[in-house]
């Protein structure tokens, strides 16, 4: 039983895929196109504001243009559509993210739907997850691609081990699960989902190689929920206020193999996912349009 788990830290992955990324986005500008991701904010939540504020930042410094939409939490259902209506019909935006979650009273779901797949850059779409329920092309979800490329980037192999989820919830469990079960040198495991449903959950999370806590639950996951030794991901999370309560109870460490870090674990890599979608957006875009002129896939940047 190892003493001090090795750490998994999401910075430097998200480091390489937003390098990656600002390469893509000076290609495409380079070739006319200005990758565009749009966001929309609801109501007056001061976190969400936040992280809008962050992510601009970020599509700044990695050249995209990013128009931003700020609707009181007074409007109702059809104005939500609206911007969004606007922004699919707008051929120079590529990618639109609204911010979740959004004021009571307004169904965030029902928004999502009236949005062009195409442009949506969390992946959550019911098209998008049916596109990854069959392994076809599309946006994939954030926080699930998330966790894949971060365990790629620090070797632990996935491929036919047991990878334990706790946790079935729309965002992370479910579409990991289906993600983690893909042919791929970077997936191709057994994987089991398990939640707090689940009187004897700890029966499954302990024979775990992998264990990804998705759950929401802070501090649910403990030394004695681990196998010994096990690979432990940390992709739930609540905040009371601006503090980050993860599923992950820092103690099991002691017991983990390897584990990620309560702060910048699986969030960065996620941020960074976002902007991979919108990038791939704003390529296929271009790509459309390039056939639309008669040009050919060689006036493109890959």
């Given at each position: 039983m190892s003493t001090t788990a090795r750490l998994l830290p999401g910075v430097p992955v998200a480091e390489e895929i937003l390098a990656q990324v600002a390469e893509g986005v000076a290609q495409l500008r380079a070739a006319g196109v200005t990758p565009t991701l749009a966001t929309v904010l609801v109501g007056d939540d001061e976190a969400s504001a936040g992280y809008i504020r962050i992510k601009s930042r970020r599509a700044a410094e990695l050249g995209f243009?990013?128009?931003h939409v700020r609707l009181a939490?007074?409007?109702s259902q059809a104005d939500v559509h609206a911007v969004l209506a606007d922004f699919n019909s707008d051929p120079g935006v590529h990618g639109v993210l609204v911010q979740h979650p959004i004021p009571g009273g307004l169904d965030y779901d029902r928004a999502l739907q009236t949005l062009d797949p195409d442009r949506d850059v969390?992946?959550?779409h019911p098209v998008n997850m049916g596109r990854l329920a069959l392994g076809l092309p599309g946006p994939l979800p954030c926080t699930p691609a998330a966790i894949e490329a971060l365990l790629a980037y620090h070797g632990v192999p996935v491929a036919g081990r047991e990878v334990v989820i706790l946790g079935r919830g729309a965002t992370l469990g479910r579409p990991l699960a289906m993600l983690l079960a893909q042919k791929r040198s970077t997936a191709n495991a057994a994987v089991t989902v398990v939640h707090t449903g689940v009187a004897d959950w700890p029966r499954y999370t302990r024979r775990a190689e992998v264990l990804v806590a998705a759950a929401g639950v802070p501090g649910i996951v403990r030394?004695?929920?681990v196998r010994p030794g096990a690979v432990v991901v940390g992709g739930g999370v609540r905040y009371a206020g601006r503090r980050l309560l993860p599923d992950v109870d820092e103690s099991c460490a002691r017991v983990a193999g390897a584990i990620t870090p309560r702060v910048g674990?699986?969030?960065p890599v996620t941020v960074a996912m976002l902007f991979r979608n919108a990038l791939r957006a704003a390529r296929s875009a271009a790509g459309r349009a390039v056939c639309r002129q008669g040009g050919g896939a060689e006036?493109?940047?890959?």
């Open positions: 243009a990013s128009p939490a007074s409007v969390d992946g959550m030394p004695e929920h674990g699986v969030g006036a493109l940047p890959r």
